[in-house]
């Protein structure tokens, strides 16, 4: 099983619809998310982070978290061609066997905002 | 400007040849990372390092070498490069690894003919 786990897509919404991207992941132990988007040919870039279960909301978007369900999403309300992307989940880094952190991310799903 | 600088922005290179992927952070974070970025794939992690002089393996490590002399540089190795090694190579660093989000560099496109 995959670490974190995210639909490929491509997912197409229309101009301001909500546009809801998922992730699940396999360690309990993981605290702390992280949702990165990637223009194409550029670097990641962190947009949201959450802590806790339940909701954050950060103007248009608004991260969830539920813990028990190992589930994390990402929704984009009144979506924007703007917003065409690919969405990256990622848990916090982890320490692993024999010492040090390591930051595994989801394979993305990429996002389509149609006029 | 401070953040993540990656070099060369890209580069075509012969099978067999030594290549090494320079990345230079100025933010003083603890922690670097190299992933290769394959269409469908994902991101996956080549060589981390948690502090200088420390580096370890990540899931796709196999040709590839990395040191850590100090904070701020992270050089990625190809000893001998295969076609297999093209992609789109990513450098990253966060403050100490776990709990904190990761700073990206702008990639180098490396195509290895």
């Known amino acids: 099983q995959k670490e974190v786990e995210q639909n490929s897509g491509p997912l197409s919404v229309p101009e301001g619809a909500i546009a809801s991207l998922n992730c699940t992941y396999s360690d309990r132990g993981s605290q702390s998310f992280f949702w990165y988007r990637q223009y194409s040919g550029k670097s990641p870039e962190l947009i949201m982070s959450i802590y806790s279960n339940g909701d954050k909301e950060d103007g248009r978007f608004t991260a969830q978290l539920n813990k028990a369900s190992q589930y994390v999403s990402l929704l984009i309300r009144d979506s924007q061609p703007s917003d065409s992307a690919t969405y990256l989940c990622a848990p916090e880094a982890r320490k692993i066997t024999g010492g040090g952190n390591k930051l595994t991310f989801g394979t993305g799903t990429q996002l389509k905002v149609e006029l | 400007i401070a953040g993540i600088t990656q070099a060369p922005t890209s580069q075509i290179l012969a099978a067999g040849r030594r290549m090494t992927l320079r990345c230079t952070q100025d933010?003083?974070?603890?922690?670097m990372y190299w992933y290769r970025q394959d269409l469908g794939l994902g991101l996956r992690l080549i060589h981390y390092s948690n502090t200088a002089g420390t580096t370890g393996k990540g899931e796709v490590p196999d040709g590839y070498s990395v040191s850590r002399a100090n904070t701020d540089d992270f050089p990625l190795t190809l000893a001998s490069a295969v076609p297999s090694q093209t992609s789109v190579y990513f450098c990253?660093?966060?403050?100490?690894?776990?709990?904190?989000?990761?700073?990206f560099g702008q990639g180098t496109r490396l195509t290895v003919v």
């Open positions: 990253a660093s966060s403050e100490s690894g776990e709990g904190t989000e990761a700073f």
């Open positions: 933010m003083r974070h603890n922690a």
